[in-house]
């Protein structure tokens, strides 16, 4: 018997529209899947829902993977692939694995022979790395920084270090209803000349991209407000 694969579907990160992002053949690969690893269980249904999945979303299995999941708890998450069926792993937002807990499973997939197969979609990331005029050569994701303000600060030193020495262009993101600070951390602890790349609502109508040396943030700051909304941040030179 042939085996299955896992399929690594892309979410929509805020477009309206599910085919703004999305190309059509992965909606055509939904339905070869009645097994979906998800990080949340409601989200993964609204959108199957909105995809046009054409099979009862009751009767489909889900399998939850998040950053409290242990590895003792999907050692038989895939068994079914081994059957012949195939399984699709589900994103909160944009692309599966990639600041993303479903490394975990993909990871114990390329250890068990399974066929991977990523399908195109969106990045908030690598969407901001485009708009921002940044280094696309040499770039580094560091996740969230830390919420002490000293350590923090001491973190975009070092960082702002990279960008000058290595010519590396940093990424981070922060907790939404952090992100006013976060903006006033960096404009007040980095160099005048270092550039800073606020990107916020990616794919959305209320989409907002700008690279403005630290210097001119200072004044730009308070005009625009960021809290609760979806942002990359970048450092760059």
């Not at 085996?3 to 992965?26: R, T």
């Not at 489909?60 to 081994?82: M, Q, R, V």
Request: hydrophobic share 40%.
């Amino acid at each position: 018997m042939d085996k299955g694969k896992l399929i690594l579907f892309p979410v929509p990160i805020g477009a309206e529209d599910i085919h703004f992002s999305l190309p059509s053949q992965n909606m055509e690969l939904l339905t070869t899947c009645h097994t979906f690893i998800v990080e949340e269980l409601r989200s993964a249904r609204r959108f199957l829902k909105k995809a046009g999945y054409p099979y009862p979303i009751d009767d489909t299995e889900f399998l939850e993977l998040n950053e409290h999941t242990t590895h003792g708890e999907i050692g038989g998450y895939l068994d079914a692939i081994e059957r012949g069926e195939n399984i699709g792993l589900l994103s909160e937002a944009g692309l599966p694995c990639v600041a993303d807990p479903g490394a975990m499973i993909t990871k114990m997939a390329q250890h068990r022979g399974i066929e991977v197969e990523p399908l195109v979609g969106p990045s908030s990331l690598m969407l901001a790395l485009m708009a921002s005029g940044m280094n696309g050569q040499r770039f580094a994701f560091c996740g969230y920084l830390p919420v002490d303000k000293g350590v923090r600060a001491a973190t975009l030193r070092r960082l702002e270090e990279r960008v000058h020495h290595a010519h590396e262009t940093q990424i981070f993101i922060e907790a939404p209803y952090r992100n006013n600070q976060m903006l006033e951390a960096l404009a007040t602890t980095l160099q005048a000349q270092t550039l800073v790349c606020v990107a916020c609502d990616l794919t959305l109508p209320t989409q907002y991209i700008r690279t403005l040396p630290c210097g001119k943030w200072k004044s730009e700051r308070t005009k625009i407000d960021l809290h609760k909304r979806n942002t990359v941040f970048l450092i760059g030179g």
